[in-house]
């Protein structure tokens, strides 16, 4: 829709933390039941299995995007770079069946192994504490991305596993140099994503086992599962346009209580020493009280997130902001939303109980997140009118089998098709100006040229097939939106200042959205995706907000749903039949149908249950590229629970013998589909003389199946026919042909 995203390269860097404490045992961690007797999980165990479950996602998904292993804190360096504690296992490259093997193995290093750790001791190692620099890891990773040197990588990641909340030990100098390289490493385009193993130390102080903390588009070291605000929040912090003043922007604070938001910017809250800084560091003191211990540093059961990670992913935006690397934010700043990008994120699990979650969130980045397109969004006509654009996004979308490519024997290549038209009557080529497209009106044939239906599109559209969206007008939601209008899927708008857009259009889309929300309107605009593409009714949804009053929300989250809506033409009346009054339930009915209701009430999740014929699919072809001769299982969670239904059966029956009669049959009313019925069989095909039948030009009396059944014992391509006419038509020409052939041998 719009203006389409070209498909782009992604670039993933797997940054795993190599410390002896990342090879403890999780003693509360339950394993799989195809372990092996005597292993164990630990943090080193669980980092490589996300990487690994991440290399077989892309090895099925994509063969375009890389994928890479770096590990630190190692005895051993292998690096062009020469930093000590610094080894690539992986270089960037595509993703295949040796690497996901080699991965394997790797997993067993940390998993009690003794024969692998040993091997892992030899070549590799544990680096001892403090001794090895994070800053230059991040480096080695910046000179990697530096050196793939490809303009069609549109998306870099690090992901960086670790359970040392502290790794530059409050040396000031090691912060300043790790919280440089991340600048360098934002400035040319990578995201961290940080996953910590550990208890995050200020969720478990409201009751939180982990959670996340997201720096992007006007949120720095946001805790999503802490319902109070930011730890080192300032007073006053908000986005700049939830209060305008003269010399620029003011962050205004959410009210106590009120919780955090996505979007909220609150102050970096850290000093170069490393230790948390106000509201921080009480939060944390109160948790270790809370909980009876301390966090510990190194390789502990705790984690304290915003010693150093939160400040480290928002240092970028913290250095545009006006803030120094490593300090708060404070006071008033004229900032433009173009500075003010997405840097990474900080994911805590608890790694004493469960791994799943950090297995999940490795997973679902498999892909990074992407518009569909952008378009323009304008308000009525004419070339004052206002104007902002958008990026559109599909929020779901089904997800169709991969296609599959025709490759040539000979060089083991795709083969490239091509399509040429060719006359009928001469065999000569045909142009594309010389098609034209007919339809039938009244029995007549009409005929259109590719201009012509191009200029019908544009009469059609009200402002002469523009691309984008035109604002007609406003309406009630109530009367805009109802259940029986939806005619397709939905998307979502949202104003981006990165294609020609800038401080007045956000002003203006941000305005417009408030307007709306607090109105209860939409708004209805026509929509023309592409051009020579009919334009569409579509009704604009504001969002909804988080706060009570509109002003309480970021800008930065603000959007619009895009809900398409029927022409007059696309609706049909509908009467529903009178029912005797004999079809009236009776209370008794009504009662055994409550039971059976109640007793088959499933939890239905719409994220629990995968298509299984993607699944198996997926699978298969994973186990081809992996090389790997193990059967094939797949869980179809789309069957019913027969079971469980068995349970039930006495209920059932109570409700069948109470609401039919006796003499009710369902396979009289609704009879079994017939069986297909075989094709001809070789006899039965040997006594028709089809030469004599093409004489007499009574081909026609013979059905279907035998007519097919012809050609395919001929092993003649039936050349598209699917029509008995046209079937009638290509045996005709075949009889002949074989006539011909016949005859030629004869003389011969």
Aim: aromatic share 8%; glycine share 8%.
């Amino acid at each position: 829709m719009g203006n389409p995203i070209k498909a782009e390269r992604d670039a993933v860097l797997f940054l795993v933390d190599c410390s002896s404490s990342m090879f403890r045992k999780i003693e509360s961690a339950e394993m799989d039941a195809e372990a092996t007797p005597g292993s164990y999980l630990s943090p080193f165990t669980r980092a490589i299995q996300c990487a690994l479950s991440f290399y077989q996602e892309k090895v099925v998904t994509s063969d375009k995007d890389l994928v890479s292993l770096l590990l630190y804190n190692t005895r051993k360096k292998l690096n062009l770079y020469e930093f000590q504690g610094v080894y690539v296992f992986h270089e960037f490259d595509c993703p295949g069946a040796a690497r996901v093997q080699e991965l394997q193995v790797l997993s067993r290093a940390g998993s009690g192994d003794v024969n692998v750790h040993k091997e892992f001791s030899e070549h590799i190692g544990h680096g001892a504490p403090r001794a090895v620099l994070l800053s230059e890891a991040f480096w080695a990773a910046q000179h990697m991305f530096h050196n793939l040197r490809s303009r069609a990588i549109g998306f870099r990641r690090v992901f960086l596993f670790t359970d040392c909340d502290d790794p530059c030990a409050g040396i000031p100098m090691e912060r300043e140099r790790c919280f440089a390289r991340m600048k360098d490493l934002h400035d040319a385009g990578v995201a961290l994503e940080v996953f910590a193993h550990g208890a995050d130390v200020v969720s478990s102080a409201v009751g939180g086992g982990g959670g996340s903390s997201t720096v992007g588009a006007g949120s720095l070291g946001h805790s999503s599962s802490a319902p109070t605000s930011h730890p080192g929040a300032p007073a006053s912090t908000s986005h700049p346009l939830h209060h305008s003043t003269a010399g620029g922007a003011t962050f205004v604070a959410s009210p106590t209580g009120s919780g955090p938001h996505p979007h909220d910017v609150p102050s970096i809250g850290s000093s170069h020493g490393g230790a948390p800084a106000g509201p921080l560091l009480a939060t944390t003191t109160a948790a270790v009280a809370a909980l009876g211990t301390k966090p510990l540093t190194l390789g502990g059961d705790f984690f304290v997130r915003g010693k150093f990670w939160d400040p480290l992913v928002a240092a970028p935006v913290a250095s545009k902001l006006g803030g120094s690397s490593g300090g708060g934010l404070s006071g008033s700043f004229d900032v433009s939303p173009d500075d003010v990008e997405y840097c990474g994120a900080v994911h805590v699990s608890a790694c004493l109980t469960s791994f799943d979650t950090m297995v999940s969130d490795v997973k679902i980045r498999t892909n990074p997140q992407r518009s569909a397109g952008s378009a323009e969004l304008r308000v009525g006509f004419g070339a004052a009118v206002p104007r902002v654009i958008v990026n559109i996004y599909t929020p779901i979308l089904k997800c169709p089998k991969p296609k599959f490519t025709w490759l040539d024997g000979t060089t083991n290549t795709g083969v490239t098709s091509e399509t040429r038209l060719l006359s009928k009557a001469t065999g000569a080529p045909v142009a594309p100006a010389e098609l034209r497209f007919s339809t039938s009106v009244a029995g007549e044939e009409l005929l259109f040229s590719k201009d012509e239906t191009i200029e019908m599109k544009k009469i059609c559209s009200s402002n002469g097939g523009v691309r984008g969206f035109t604002i007609l007008g406003f309406k009630k939601s109530e009367h805009a939106i109802r259940f029986k209008y939806n005619v397709a899927r939905s998307g979502f708008l949202h104003c981006t200042t990165q294609k020609g857009g800038g401080q007045g259009a956000l002003k203006f889309f941000v305005q417009l959205h408030r307007t709306l929300s607090t109105q209860n309107k939409v708004a209805i605009a026509e929509f023309v995706s592409r051009d020579n593409v009919a334009p569409r009714l579509v009704a604009l949804l504001p969002s909804k907000l988080l706060h009570d009053h509109p002003m309480m929300d970021s800008v930065t989250g603000l959007g619009f749903h895009l809900i398409q809506i029927p022409y007059a033409d696309d609706v049909r009346s509908f009467h529903p039949r009178k029912q005797p009054a004999e079809a009236q339930p009776t209370d008794d009915q009504i009662t055994k149908a409550k039971r059976v209701i109640r007793k088959l009430q499933v939890e239905y999740d719409v994220n629990a249950i995968a298509n299984p014929a993607l699944q198996r699919q997926y699978k298969i072809l994973q186990q081809l590229a992996l090389i790997d001769p193990a059967p094939v299982q797949v869980d179809d969670l789309t069957l019913p629970d027969v079971e469980g239904m068995a349970k039930i059966a006495p209920t059932l029956q109570e409700f069948t013998t109470a609401v039919l009669p006796p003499s009710y049959s369902a396979d009289m009313i609704c009879p079994q589909p017939k069986a297909a019925k075989p094709p001809p069989s070789a006899t039965e095909m040997a006594a028709i003389d089809f030469d004599d039948l093409e004489s007499k030009g009574t081909l026609t009396s013979l059905t279907m199946p035998y007519l097919q059944q012809y050609l395919k014992l001929l092993k003649e391509d039936v050349q598209g026919a699917k029509l008995k006419h046209e079937l009638v038509a290509r045996v005709a020409e075949v009889v002949r042909k074989r006539r011909t052939v016949k005859r030629e041998r004869e003389e011969e």
